[in-house]
């Protein structure tokens, strides 16, 4: 019914540049727009919970940032493409993860980095930061 598919996680050095994407598809993309959905990036290192990094509100609504992450990575959204990026540059090891996308119908802008106010996940994708 919905599919989010992350892609773009690799090994990059520290210091390095990446740039993850996000395409959803599904009938429910269909029937409500994507542009009013919050779109949302999350990670997950090996033993730890899951932790917000950044999100993009619907129709326009603004950004969010985790606070390692501000000056440093930028999400940004293609309606049209129905797709969701995260650019993140000057990598350090800690940004190790899996990194997931996530879609909310009804996010409240002090819900954006909770992981419970998406209704929708995608798979992940590994981000290795390492020399």
């Known amino acids: 019914q919905v599919q989010l598919v992350e892609s773009g996680g690799q090994l990059v050095q520290p210091g390095g540049s990446l740039s993850l994407s996000c395409a959803a598809s599904?009938?429910?993309?269909?029937?409500?727009?994507?542009?009013?959905?919050?779109m949302g990036w999350f990670r997950q290192a090996p033993g730890k919970e899951r932790e917000f990094v950044a999100a993009i509100k619907g129709n326009g609504g603004g950004t969010a940032y985790v606070d390692s992450g501000k000056g440093r990575f930028v999400i940004s959204r293609d309606n049209a493409k129905n797709t969701v990026y995260l650019q993140m540059n000057s990598l350090e090891p800690e940004d190790t993860a899996v990194y997931y996308c996530a879609a909310g119908r009804r996010v409240i802008t002090s819900s954006l980095s909770l992981v419970r106010a998406y209704d929708y996940w995608g798979q992940g994708t590994q981000v290795t930061v390492s020399s």
């Open positions: 599904g009938r429910t993309f269909s029937s409500y727009a994507f542009s009013s959905y919050s």
